[in-house]
Every structure is written in structure tokens, then in C-alpha cells.
């Protein structure tokens, strides 16, 4: 086991002389063990090299190996969910030299995308979407082409999995689901009697048998009926299965995900099975390295290591930046110290949103309802609905599934819930199915809603326990990673909502600001002069102070990280349409485009969201504005 990330390229010979999956399938089978140790090492180098997730990879380095033996990819199809666990899947299609570049602009996605490779069967971010996915390729294809999704446990607590484990039954398509069970809450009876089962119920002769069986019985009145029961009651006994068989899969398993013998001899017999066919098998997070066996948490991904000639050595005394997601946590705590009727509500992201100091000290009033994003927000507004203050924490981007739920359950019936919205904006390395880019479009248009777009690390705190403070629906978006520095004050004040703050008095052109954007809009405004206004909130929007720029400046210029289309700067237009005020406007955002991964500072560089890019498309809507006003002038004088 190793206990180092390898800062040199291992040595992995085997591994070197595959660069496709027919040539993995010409293998040996006996060699797939050492493939195994070699392909865990080199995952391990290329992550230390580049960052980015690799304590699910490790985890299913077996089952990738068997997935790609025993089936003829990229004809057969396989769909992974998520995408955290692909890196093994890259390296074994044809990808293996390209993996420093993971995450890096212009490189490899950390996830799977169906334009970087044939392999890539179906492009994920969100969990919870391979079931639904898989049973669409099954009903596509041709009968003879075999379909697999792999989820995970965590992916399967989601109610879109379980509704696709439903159609499929219905259909009896064709088709394999392996649900790859790392962290042990189902399968904690996987030893040699599970073992031993999961092979027996895999095998073609007991299958055989069973459908002979069902053959004979269906010709008697309910026999078959009490034939199937009494084998699913013997299974519940010995499998954790019985729920997939109420669901109309053949449930196999638990078997060890990390015995390679086991994996290709029971996917062999059911790559041949009729009908929807679920494999459970158990693995360990971070196989193979011993810290994050340990804690698979926080080896969840790994920052890329620096030449240990450069390694940094702490300076005493400086105080390191607080995550967006950190103040959050703080600002959640000191609240539920004041007010008993918090409740902190998270879709299985109690880590990344800043929760886990609130889940310890108020245990009675923190709900991690999985990934269950829609249930989340109804069920705040049902604790709305008993006068409790629920507070849901969720990603931006994931906030999209639980919309409906957002509109109907809360906004229509105008209920008290708090939404903190993480990871708003552009998130770099994770790419475009994690980036904030909607969120305040598809908000905007909801009655009732109050939205904030704090600017710096203090402004959130308090426009926090501003929008907690609202009597309605409020929400409140931050973006990944830490702030400039800026002191963040113990107290919590209530700012006055709708109401913005004029921070550089200028003149010709007056930037609205939203959000974490202000800082590049100061350093452009510097140099142009201009004036700068931080919004603080996108809705309601501050009328007065925009009337006041509008009545003084030349040129009005918006700037979100959010994409233009129904964006922050298309509220100021609508008020500038409804005021039959005639003036023009630049709105800088996110283009309508997919922004791809790489370094935020870079991605914000290449759509012009940085002070230069900013002070340039500035100047060039100056030239055209000045070049107009000319012209108008020009014709009123002939």
C-alpha cells in the first residue's frame, strides 16, 4: 500500500502497452492484478501532478479494468455517474499521456464529456443521472449492444435513480447497473457467505434454472407468484437486495469490488443475462493509499504538489483567508445561537457548504437529506409553514434541480426560507456542470424573492443575516474559495434591502456592480474614471441610486458573474424601459456560451470580466456612444 504521492513517474510497463481497451481485452486475465497496481500508481502520480479527484478513483481501479474486459467498449456502452471515479476509464481510452493536463484550460475535463472521447458515452457533473441515461442507450440500440451504468451509493438517494431503476423494470430492456457501495451503508455483510451467494446467483445454471422455472410455474394460477416471493424472502435474508427485486431487477451481490477474479467471472455470466440486471458489489474509497483509506473524506481530491524545492513554509503570523463557504458556517452557527428556530437544511454537501462545526453543536437542527435537492427546498417550506427558520445551503448549480420546488413550494406561497447560494459564478478547474452561471436568471423572475450579491467576505455575513432576517423567501449568492481579505465584523447588521452603496464618485460612465466582481470594477474604473456603485442586491434593485448615475453619466455599465441573458443587467434595462429613461447600457457577465474549466482568473481573463478586459470593452462602447451622439448631433444641425 502506499502511504506517498509518487513524485517521479512510476515504472508500469503493462500499463504502458495499452492504449485502448481491445488491446486490455488481449490480456491475460492472470495479468489484470498487476494492471491494477500499476494503473493505482500512475493515478496517483498524474494527480499529484495536475490536482484534482482521486479517492473514487482508486476506488473502482478493479472494476474499471473488468468493465472494459468483459465488454466490447466504446460499442457496448457504459455510462458512469457523476464522474469523479473516471480517471482509471481516461487512462485506459487512449488518454493515459494526457493526463497532466487535467482540469488545465484546453486539457482534459475532470469529468467524462462525449467530445473528448468515444468512451465518454454520456457527459455528467450531477449525480444521480447514469440509470436514466443507460436505459436511453438501451432503448436506442440495437438488442445485441450491451449497456451499463455505474452509480454509487451516495448517487443512489436520489429520487431520479430510483424512478429510472422503476422504468427500466417496466420496460425489461436489456441492460446492468452496478451500484459501487464505498462507503458501507448497505453492504455490511460482504464476506465469504455473501461472496459465495452473489456468485451462485450469478451463475448461468441458477438463472437457467430460474427462468426454466418461471416457464413452468406461469402455467399455474399463482405459482409463479409464490415461487418468486419465497426466493426473494430467502435472498432478503442473506442480500440487501429484496428492495432492487421489488423493482424488477435480478439483484446480484454484495461482492468485493476489489476481487478482480470474482469481478470478470461475475460480469462474464451477466454480460449474457436477459433483462435489467443489478450488481452490487462493495469497494473501499481511496483503495491502495493508505491516508485516504483513512479519510476518504478529505482525500476526496487532492491540490496539486508543488516541487518540493518550493515548498512554502508558513509565515508566522499571517492570517489565512476564510473560504465564502467558511463564513457562511460562521455566520450559521452565530445565528442559531440567537434564534432556536434555525434550521439548517444540506443536500449531501455538509462538508463543502461550511456545515459540519453547525451539524456538531446543533445536531437536533441540521438535516442532510442526501443528494435530494428538491426534497430539501420542500422540505423547508414545510418547516416555513410551522413558523421555523429554515436555512438551505446549497451549490448554485445544484440549486437547478430543486427550481420547481423553488417556484411552486416556495415562492408562490411567499414562504420565510432562506436560500445560501455556494459556488455562484464560474468554479475553474470543475468545469462548466459545477459553475454558478444561471442562478440569477432563473431567480429573478420569482415573485416575492429577494436576492443578494454581496461583494467582499464581511457584505456576505451581513447580507446574510439581512435575507434571514426578511420576512419571506430570500437568497443570498457567494461564490467558490476566499475573498480579498476584507475584516469581517463579529456583529451581524441588518442593511436596509434594495439599497446599494456608491463607493468612487466619477464621471461619463457609472459601473453597477454585483457581487465579487466589484474589486476588478474598482481597478478598471481607476483608470477610466469612471464612477462604481456596489448593488448589494439584484432584487429588489436600488432605483434611486441608478436614477441618480443614469440623470449624471454618459454610459451605464453592468457587471455580474452571471450570464448576461435575464441577468442582473437585464433588471436594470427593464427599470430603465418602465422609466422610459433612453440611455446606453454595456452589460459584461458570462457570455452565452459554455464557459470550459481551468483557472478562474483565466476564464475570467478570456470573456473579459478582468479590470482589463472590463476598461477595454468600456472604451470601446465609449467610441461608439461618443461616435453616435456625433452623428446625432450632425443631422439635428442639417
Not at 126 to 137: K, P, Q, Y
Not at 342 to 352: D, K, N, S
Not at 593 to 620: F, P, S, Y
Request: hydrophobic share 40%; proline share 5%; glycine share 10%.
Amino acid at each position: 500500500m502506499l502511504e506517498e504521492i509518487p513524485r517521479t513517474r512510476p515504472q508500469t510497463p503493462l500499463l504502458d502497452s495499452i492504449d485502448d481497451p481491445a488491446q486490455l481485452r488481449a490480456l491475460d486475465e492472470r495479468q489484470l492484478p498487476e494492471l491494477a497496481s500499476q494503473l493505482r500508481e500512475y493515478l496517483l502520480y498524474c494527480v499529484g501532478q495536475s490536482g484534482g479527484h482521486f479517492g473514487a478513483g482508486l476506488g473502482v481501479v478493479e472494476l474499471t479494468i473488468a468493465l472494459h474486459y468483459i465488454f466490447n467498449t466504446p460499442e457496448d456502452r457504459l455510462v458512469w455517474d457523476v464522474g469523479h471515479q473516471t480517471y482509471p476509464h481516461k487512462i485506459l481510452t487512449g488518454r493515459r499521456e494526457q493526463m497532466l493536463s487535467m482540469r488545465q484550460q484546453g486539457g482534459l475535463s475532470g469529468f467524462p464529456k462525449r467530445s473528448e472521447s468515444p468512451y465518454d458515452t454520456f457527459g455528467v457533473g450531477h449525480s444521480s443521472t447514469s440509470i436514466s441515461a443507460a436505459l436511453g442507450m438501451a432503448l436506442g440500440s440495437p438488442d445485441e449492444r450491451k449497456v451499463v451504468a455505474v452509480i454509487g451509493d451516495g448517487a443512489m438517494t436520489a429520487g431520479m435513480a430510483f424512478e429510472a431503476l422503476n422504468h427500466a423494470s417496466h420496460t425489461g430492456r436489456d441492460m446492468l447497473v452496478v451500484l459501487n457501495d464505498n462507503s458501507m451503508s448497505i453492504s455490511k455483510n460482504v464476506g465469504g457467505l455473501a461472496t459465495y451467494f452473489a456468485k451462485i446467483l450469478a451463475s448461468k445454471t441458477y438463472l437457467n434454472m430460474r427462468e426454466g422455472s418461471r416457464k413452468i410455474l406461469s402455467a399455474i394460477p399463482k405459482a409463479w407468484q409464490l415461487a418468486r416471493r419465497t426466493e426473494e424472502h430467502v435472498k432478503g435474508m442473506i442480500t440487501p437486495g429484496t428492495l432492487f427485486e421489488e423493482l424488477g431487477f435480478n439483484y446480484v451481490g454484495p461482492l468485493d469490488g476489489h476481487n478482480m477474479h470474482d469481478l470478470v467471472h461475475t460480469l462474464r455470466n451477466l454480460r449474457s443475462q436477459p433483462g435489467p440486471q443489478l450488481l452490487h458489489i462493495a469497494t473501499t474509497k481511496g483503495k491502495g493509499f493508505g491516508p485516504a483509506e483513512k479519510d476518504p473524506v478529505g482525500y476526496h481530491a487532492l491540490n496539486k504538489l508543488e516541487p518540493e524545492a518550493k515548498v512554502q513554509v508558513a509565515v508566522p503570523g499571517k492570517k489565512k483567508l476564510p473560504k465564502y463557504q467558511d463564513i457562511f458556517g460562521q455566520w450559521l452557527c452565530d445565528t442559531a445561537e440567537q434564534d432556536q428556530r434555525l434550521i439548517g437544511i444540506t443536500p449531501a454537501m455538509c462538508e463543502g457548504s461550511g456545515m459540519v462545526e453547525f451539524s456538531k453543536r446543533f445536531p437536533d437542527r441540521f438535516h442532510d437529506v442526501a443528494i435530494a435537492e428538491q426534497h430539501a427546498v420542500t422540505l423547508a417550506a414545510g418547516l416555513a409553514c410551522e413558523k421555523q427558520k429554515p436555512v438551505v445551503a446549497i451549490y448554485s448549480t445544484f440549486l437547478q434541480r430543486g427550481y420547481d420546488q423553488m417556484v411552486h413550494d416556495v415562492a408562490i406561497q411567499n414562504l420565510d426560507v432562506t436560500f445560501a447560494i455556494d459556488r455562484a459564478g464560474l468554479v475553474g478547474e470543475d468545469g462548466p456542470t459545477h459553475a454558478g452561471s444561471f442562478d440569477l436568471t432563473f431567480m429573478r423572475c420569482l415573485p416575492y424573492l429577494a436576492i443578494a450579491a454581496p461583494s467582499d467576505e464581511n457584505e456576505c455575513r451581513q447580507l446574510l443575516y439581512t435575507a434571514y432576517q426578511h420576512k419571506g423567501p430570500a437568497a443570498v449568492r457567494y461564490p467558490r474559495g476566499t475573498g480579498m481579505g476584507t475584516p469581517i465584523s463579529d456583529e451581524m447588521n441588518e442593511l436596509p434591502i434594495g439599497k446599494g452603496r456608491l463607493l468612487r464618485q466619477g464621471s461619463g460612465v457609472a459601473i453597477l456592480s454585483f457581487g465579487t466582481l466589484l474589486t476588478q470594477a474598482m481597478a478598471a474604473a481607476e483608470r477610466l474614471g469612471a464612477s462604481v456603485a456596489d448593488m448589494r442586491w439584484v432584487k429588489p434593485l436600488d432605483e434611486a441610486l441608478i436614477d441618480e448615475l443614469a440623470e449624471s453619466h454618459q454610459l451605464i455599465v453592468t457587471i455580474e458573474e452571471n450570464t448576461i441573458a435575464g441577468g442582473a443587467g437585464s433588471a436594470v434595462l427593464e427599470y430603465l424601459n418602465r422609466s422610459a429613461r433612453s440611455m446606453p447600457v454595456l452589460q459584461l457577465g458570462l457570455p452565452d456560451q459554455i464557459i470550459e474549466h481551468g483557472k478562474h482568473k483565466d476564464l475570467l481573463a478570456a470573456i473579459g470580466l478582468n479590470a482589463t478586459g472590463i476598461e477595454e470593452q468600456v472604451r470601446e462602447r465609449l467610441q461608439l456612444v461618443n461616435h453616435q451622439s456625433f452623428d446625432s448631433r450632425t443631422a439635428a444641425t442639417n
